[in-house]
């Protein structure tokens, strides 16, 4: 690890909203953690009107970049991937509750810069491409599949 900490992206349901949502508290709490260690964490998070109606968290927290990118389409979230694509660790959780499995296989199809200490993950358990995955593929840039 560098002495400026990882660079964390990280694509899950919602950091600033538990309504529906129990993975938050789960959330927050891992990458509080991880940002007291130094690393840099940007969460991705779909725009579903009923969660951001219902946010517990009014402003982002002061440990984390929060993107809320667009439901309408895939291009709000296209552009978080290109932003993504620079992390040193990459992570889809499951049940984002927007477009899960297009985003599971473009987590681990992105076309990373080579760097053998590089994680990508996704919320499957098994994706075709992932190391050991059906087909034997491999993930380009990347240590392991998370």
Sequence with gaps: ???????????????????????????????????????QITFYEPALPERQRHRDLPVAPDWATVVVYSVEGTRGLERCL?????????????NVGFCDEWLDARVLELEVRPDPGRLLGSGRS?????PGG???????GARAAL
């Design 82 to 94: 290109e932003e993504a694509r620079d992390a040193d660790v990459v992570v889809k959780a499951s």
């Design 1 to 39: 690890m560098r002495s400026h900490g990882l660079r964390i992206a990280f694509f899950g349901a919602s950091l600033v909203s538990a309504w529906w949502n129990g993975a938050a508290m789960y959330y927050r709490g891992l990458l509080k953690a991880l940002h007291a260690r130094g690393h």
């Design 126 to 130: 098994r994706h075709p491409g992932a």
């Design 134 to 140: 059906p087909s034997g593929g491999s993930l380009p």
